[in-house]
């Protein structure tokens, strides 16, 4: 009862928001492990198997490869800051009057 009532509440918000930014570290972990060879499987679409599969053709046609880093870059991005502002909004001290 006192784990429901009092200490549940409380990390709730810290856990949620730990959660949000985890994602960033996982989508990194898996294009680097496909990047590798050791992730996904080739017929299945990833962006390290997208980054390395234009890694041979980097100095004719940069963009193949160009494009996935992008993506990963602007996906990792956009999910750490939705954890930052999920973390100044559900956190009492941050908040601003």
Do not use: C, K
């Not at 294009?31 to 599969?53: E, I, K, Y």
């Amino acid at each position: 009862m006192i784990l429901l009532r009092h200490i549940l509440p409380n990390v709730f918000n810290t856990v949620i928001v730990l959660a949000t930014l985890e994602v960033g570290h996982l989508i990194l972990l898996e294009a680097s492990l496909s990047f590798l060879g050791v992730g996904v499987p080739p017929p299945h679409p990833a962006w390290g198997l997208m980054v390395a599969g234009g890694r041979e053709f980097i100095s004719s046609a940069y963009w193949i490869a160009l494009f996935p880093g992008l993506a990963i870059l602007f996906a990792v991005l956009s999910i750490n800051l939705f954890g930052d502002w999920l973390r100044d909004t559900l956190d009492p001290r941050r908040r601003q009057l």
